[in-house]
Structures are given as structure tokens and as C-alpha cells.
């Protein structure tokens, strides 16, 4: 069974610019969620997704941005990217269901580096 | 507001030894909480949880207390093996039911040889 991947891997930004970051989940999962995770703040929740409708939201501001598409596969998008949002971007997809214990299967992350 | 607290940035226990690893929370209304390992360039990887409604779990060399009155959960491992060396992050879940977990900032474990 494949794991969740996440690509790409790594990039390199300028401030200014905007990146989009893809996801794709485990076979069956149906949601989606995305953590930032910097060595000053651990790992912050930025949203979730299921049935390619957003039903979490941390709080990050507007320039953070996602979508889902039918087959589960999720994008998240950083507009107007600042130094500060320079961090590994982590995916997790989870099975819901009413015998859910909360736990994700996390992929390897992007790692964003902007100059 | 950081509701999952962990205070002790790193740990060092010999390999053999127990390896205890606390967290606090504040929200007395999470359901679950669990455990996670992350080993550099890797993505976090489930370890054990625990539900709200239990006080102990046990997977092995693994067990997860929590003290609801206290508000705090605690991972051992025993014994400690060099492999365990990682960062473990301690999550909380508002309910088992979404993506959604509040993570502590994360202990780094060493285990010497």
C-alpha cells in the first residue's frame, strides 16, 4: 500500500513569489490535512480537507490556501511568500470513520525555502 | 494559547534504561491522544494513542499513561534502544473523528550505547 507523497520535495522561493504544494493521500483515505512545522513552533495545523470540502481551518492568514479534487489528491497553495514562511510542509491523510482514533499517516513533506 | 506542552526540549537516557517523556494539555475536551516519532527528513509517524476514557495503553515497548485530573500524559519506552533516537511530539485530538490535531513543540530523544 503507498504511502502519502508529497511533491516536490524541496524548492526555493523569493519573497514575493507564490508556490503550490501537492499532496496525494493513501488509497481510501478521504481527508487530507496540512501542517507547517518551523524549529520555533512544532507542527501547526493549517487546514483539512474531505470530499474536496474544507471543514478545518488554523489559524494562518489568507495567503494560505488549498483545494481538494475528487479523487482526494490535495494542493496547497502560499501567496506572497515571506521569509517567515520558510518551513517543511507536511500532508497527512486519515481514514475517518466513527472508529477513528485521530491518527495520520504524514508523508515526507516539501521543504520551502524562501530567500 | 498553546494547549499541548511539551517542557522538556530533550532528553538522554542510556540504552536499556526507561525513557519517560511527558506532555500537558489544557483542554479538557480533547478525545484522543497519541504519539509520534520524527527522524530527520522524515515525515512524523504514528507511535500509540490513548482515548479520553482510559488511563493506560500498551503497545509493546511502548506505554501511554494519562492523568485526566492532572492534565498530563506521559510515553515510556523500555527498554531504550539507539534507534528510538528521534524527535517525539505528543497530539492532541479535539475528536477522533477529524484530521485536525493540536501537536506539542516536541522532545528530542538521544539514546546512548
Known amino acids: 500500500k503507498a504511502g502519502v507523497t508529497q511533491t516536490p520535495r524541496y524548492l526555493i522561493k523569493t519573497r514575493g513569489q507564490q508556490v503550490t504544494l501537492s499532496c496525494s493521500p493513501i488509497?481510501?483515505?478521504?481527508?487530507v490535512s496540512w501542517y507547517q512545522q518551523t524549529p520555533g513552533q512544532g507542527l501547526q495545523f493549517l487546514f483539512e480537507y474531505f470530499s474536496e470540502t474544507q471543514r478545518n481551518k488554523g489559524n494562518f492568514p489568507g495567503r494560505f490556501s488549498g483545494r481538494q479534487f475528487s479523487n482526494s489528491r490535495s494542493e496547497m497553495n502560499v501567496s506572497t511568500l515571506e521569509l517567515g514562511d520558510s518551513a517543511l510542509y507536511l500532508c497527512?491523510?486519515?481514514?475517518?470513520?466513527?472508529?477513528?482514533?485521530?491518527?495520520?499517516?504524514f508523508g515526507e513533506g516539501s521543504r520551502l525555502t524562501v530567500l | 494559547d498553546q494547549q499541548v506542552k511539551q517542557n522538556s526540549p530533550s532528553l538522554s537516557v542510556q540504552e536499556g534504561r526507561i525513557s519517560i517523556l511527558n506532555c500537558d494539555y489544557t483542554n479538557s475536551m480533547f478525545d484522543y491522544f497519541l504519539w509520534y516519532k520524527k527522524y530527520p527528513a522524515e515525515g512524523p509517524t504514528f507511535l500509540i494513542s490513548i482515548s479520553s476514557i482510559k488511563d493506560k495503553n500498551e503497545d509493546g515497548r511502548f506505554t501511554v499513561f494519562l492523568n485526566k485530573s492532572a492534565k498530563h500524559l506521559s510515553l515510556h519506552i523500555v527498554p531504550s534502544q539507539p534507534g528510538d533516537s528521534a524527535v517525539y511530539f505528543c497530539a492532541a485530538s479535539p475528536s477522533g473523528n477529524t484530521g485536525k490535531l493540536i501537536f506539542g513543540q516536541g522532545t528530542t530523544l538521544q539514546v546512548k550505547p
Open positions: 497527512a491523510s486519515s481514514l475517518v470513520s466513527a472508529k477513528s482514533t485521530g491518527e495520520l499517516f
Open positions: 488509497s481510501g483515505h478521504r481527508s
